[in-house]
Nanobody, 124 residues
Framework: QVQLVESGGGLVQAGGSQRLSCAAA??????????MGWFRQAPGKEREFVAA????????DYADSVKGRFTISRDNAKNTVYLQMNSLKPEDTAVYYC???????????????WGQGTQVTVSS
């Protein structure tokens, strides 16, 4: 079993920045074996992929809507993945979810493990 706990959400003004963190844990969980991702779900919309980073940290992928503004990073020593969000827009308002999967492709679509989510609200 893998537990993912997000933090860092809150209210921010448009144009501002926010950093989300996701701490991963599990009795037999080896963080460096997992690809990590971020998704978000806005009110009335389906959950959508935001960003992913493979286990080595070499390969990253972003949704077109966040390219150039968001950066996903990971610290394998701390079992933590981050999402740095800059130049935030009101349309970035959503619940942000951390995700993990051993498969780097599946983490972008149907990851096995999910966090509980953290709310990010961007005011105009």
């Amino acid at each position: 079993q893998v537990q993912l706990v997000e933090s860092g959400g809150g209210l921010v003004q448009a144009g501002g920045s926010q950093r989300l963190s996701c701490a991963a844990a599990g009795r037999t969980f080896i963080f460096s074996n997992y690809a990590m991702g971020w998704f978000r779900q806005a009110p009335g919309k389906e959950r959508e992929f935001v960003a992913a980073r493979d286990w080595s940290g070499v390969s990253t992928d972003y949704a077109d809507s966040v390219k150039g503004r968001f950066t996903i990073s990971r610290d394998n020593a701390k079992n933590t993945v981050y999402l740095q969000m800059n130049s935030l827009k009101p349309e970035d308002t959503a619940v942000y979810y951390c995700a993990a999967d051993v498969d780097a492709r599946r983490v972008r679509t149907t990851p096995r493990y999910w966090g509980q989510g953290t709310q990010v609200t961007v005011s105009s």
